[in-house]
């Protein structure tokens, strides 16, 4: 196995790993009163990431790394990890509004709205760098920004209209 494909290897385990923690933190905050917004747009979240991984596979399981990039990638999964457990059991790939609780204003969120899609649109760009891809990095990284646009856009309102029922 290549040193591509053991690194795409982790970030497939670590999906996964993430799809089941983000289905059972999604189930328990549905059962403490949470609700979902704006479900319509995740089958493009699924499917963009599924394509971008899948896409690595294809293409650049067989690439020789590029050092450098990969020293970025483990530097956004130090970011990827701090989101994580600063979320705790809030953390979900969906968008669900707690309205019983206040936003979490703690870890990288005193510094940035949004940390988790931070990381992500590092990720997207910077994988497809650590096998020398930029052409793949480039039209992944303008596709997640379309699909971000619409998440950000809904996941503020949701934000703001749970705060202003909170007030």
């Not at 970025?72 to 457990?85: I, K, S, Y």
Request: one cysteine or more; a positive charge; glycine letters at 8%.
């Amino acid at each position: 196995m290549t040193a591509a494909a053991l690194l795409l290897a982790f970030v497939t385990a670590e999906r996964l790993a993430e799809l089941w923690l983000a289905r059972r933190n999604t189930a328990r905050l549905l059962e403490r009163g949470a609700h979902e917004v704006a479900a319509g747009h995740y089958p493009l979240i699924v499917a963009l990431h599924a394509a971008w991984l899948g896409g690595l596979w294809l293409l650049g399981a067989g690439h020789a790394l590029v050092p450098g990039w990969v020293a970025v990638f483990a530097l956004l999964q130090a970011g990827r990890l701090w989101v994580l457990a600063t979320l705790g059991p809030r953390w979900t790939t969906r968008i669900i509004v707690l309205p019983s609780e206040p936003l979490v204003v703690r870890g990288p969120y005193r510094f940035l709205s949004h940390p988790n899609y931070l990381v992500v649109v590092g990720e997207i760009a910077v994988l497809p760098l650590c096998l020398g891809m930029p052409g793949f990095a480039l039209v992944f990284s303008l596709l997640n920004a379309a699909v971000l646009a619409i998440r950000i856009r809904a996941e503020g309102g949701a934000l703001r209209s749970a705060h202003h029922a909170r007030s």
